[in-house]
């Protein structure tokens, strides 16, 4: 069964909401589709609504129940905050002050330069796309469809045709791919974890649940320091948690705060080499800090000409940053709130958090509970510790195609091509999907961490709602002339 949902519970779907049964012969054909379910999916569909012509229908196939908040937006806790201040997180690039007026009318006491919980963004997300809904003077004939598409096949006549894991057929002269990416895997094989030990493993910390199976005194090891790290840091001592938490990661390396509002640096314009080579940028950058500027003033500087730099790279040298460079970019790029920071550094201070640099050797059992064993940083010295639970906070996945089947589905059939640097989908800069030959395809578009192989900086959502509103420009150009009119 294909079902409308109106998005927003409690809400009921507008009357001209279509159902359709997998009785019917031919798959129902959509001038628009968007497949995903998280944050690129719901700015797509905002903007898409927002643009689209009352004449226009689209279809979105997505079987997560949260509907655009994904794992990032759907956390209930209020300490679980975003990393990017409200005044940039509008979902609408033209109206910046957007999101910070939703904040206001809701009694949420955030200023601009403030930074908002992340679960109210994501409630803030579900009211814009529920007052579109229900705009039926305007709106486009809409269907949400709860269901994974399964294989994805392209015919001339309807464009692309998808089938669904409901038993259904969906086929959309425009489609717009919007897979996310999901937790990654321990950084360890499985023949180094002991049997014994599994079940001390937490391998997915956005599964909340597992925090009440948390004893308040037990002994947490987190595996990774990035932002995922601080956050469920935060979670456990929400929950009631009181007992020594150790940190293990390669480098050791700690997310870098924001300024306190009171001492933002205005961006300072990078003074970029002539050469495009990694080195030669870095060694501009760090004199433009010795003589006196500041390295956050320099860094959102240097945002708004990522995408065109990393455009400008070889081959090599983006390979090049990706294997030294990524971990120092990312502490210093994707900052945390100042009172998160200090919330964190008080607890490592205080000796309840310690961190460690080094390599996961193996998970074994031990006398008290599971025993981590590691080798340390520069040094061949191996260390263990005992820990009751092991949570892995190693961050993402890269968006690769070998995590959906849909995806490679549609490499088998010379639909997609892998970006070269396993970052996603080859892309054009227009986001248009290039296939197994090179060709971009008309009609058929990615956004989102996807295309981080032509982008690179695409997982946040002022890149993401930028890119949202180009896609669909191409798209409504892309429009028969009847259905424009």
Request: charged residues 20%; proline residues 5%; hydrophobic residues 40%.
């Amino acid at each position: 069964m294909i079902l409308f949902s109106g998005i927003a519970a409690g809400r009921p779907p507008p009357q001209q909401a279509k159902r359709v049964t997998a009785d019917e012969e031919a798959p129902l054909l959509y001038d628009v589709a968007v497949v995903g379910a998280g944050f690129s999916a719901i700015a797509v569909t905002i903007h898409l609504l927002r643009s689209l012509p009352p004449s226009a229908s689209m279809a979105v196939v997505g079987d997560d129940p949260g509907f655009g908040r994904g794992t990032a937006y759907r956390t209930e806790f209020y300490i679980h905050r975003l990393n990017v201040p409200a005044g940039r997180m509008s979902v609408f690039p033209e109206e910046p002050e957007d999101f910070v007026r939703w904040l206001e009318q809701h009694a949420r006491k955030v200023s601009s330069e403030g930074f908002a919980s992340r679960g109210d963004y994501g409630l803030y997300l579900r009211d814009r796309l529920a007052s579109l809904l229900r705009d039926h003077d305007r709106r486009v004939t809409f269907d949400f469809i709860k269901a994974k598409a399964q294989n994805c096949s392209h015919s001339s006549e309807a464009g692309l045709v998808f089938k669904l894991d409901n038993g259904t057929e969906l086929s959309a002269r425009n489609v717009v791919l919007c897979l996310g990416v999901g937790n990654a895997d321990l950084p360890l094989k499985q023949d180094h974890i002991a049997i014994g030990a599994q079940k001390r493993i937490v391998r997915n910390p956005w599964r909340l649940s597992w925090l009440s199976r948390v004893g308040r005194s037990d002994t947490i090891c987190i595996l990774g320091s990035g932002l995922t790290m601080v956050d469920q840091v935060l979670a456990l001592r929400v929950h009631g948690h009181r007992g020594p938490i150790r940190v293990l990661s390669r480098r050791g390396l700690l997310p870098h705060p924001h300024a306190q509002a009171s001492h933002l640096a205005k961006p300072i314009e990078p003074e970029l080499a002539g050469s495009r080579e990694i080195s030669a940028l870095l060694q501009g950058f760090r004199r433009q800090v010795r003589n006196g500027a500041d390295w956050r003033g320099l860094m959102d500087g240097l945002r708004p000409m990522t995408q065109g730099l990393w455009q400008q790279l070889s081959s090599d040298q983006r390979a090049r940053l990706l294997r030294h460079g990524l971990a120092w970019w990312n502490i210093h790029r994707h900052r945390i709130a100042p009172e998160i920071f200090l919330r964190f550094e008080t607890l490592r201070r205080d000796g309840i958090v310690t961190v460690h640099a080094g390599f996961l050797e193996a998970i074994e059992e031990g006398h008290r509970g599971a025993l981590v064993s590691y080798r340390q940083r520069q040094s061949h010295r191996s260390r263990s510790f005992n820990a009751d639970w092991i949570v892995n906070c190693t961050g993402m996945e890269r968006a690769g195609v070998a995590h959906s089947p849909l995806l490679k589905g549609m490499q088998r059939q010379g639909l997609i091509a892998a970006d070269e640097l396993g970052l996603g989908l080859s892309v054009d800069k227009d986001s248009c999907v290039i296939d197994c030959e090179g060709r971009p395809q008309p009609g058929l578009y990615a956004v989102g961490a996807l295309t981080a192989g032509q982008f690179w900086e695409i997982t946040a959502a002022p890149d993401i709602r930028v890119q949202a509103t180009n896609v669909v420009s191409a798209i409504i150009s892309r429009l028969p002339h009847d259905v424009q009119d």
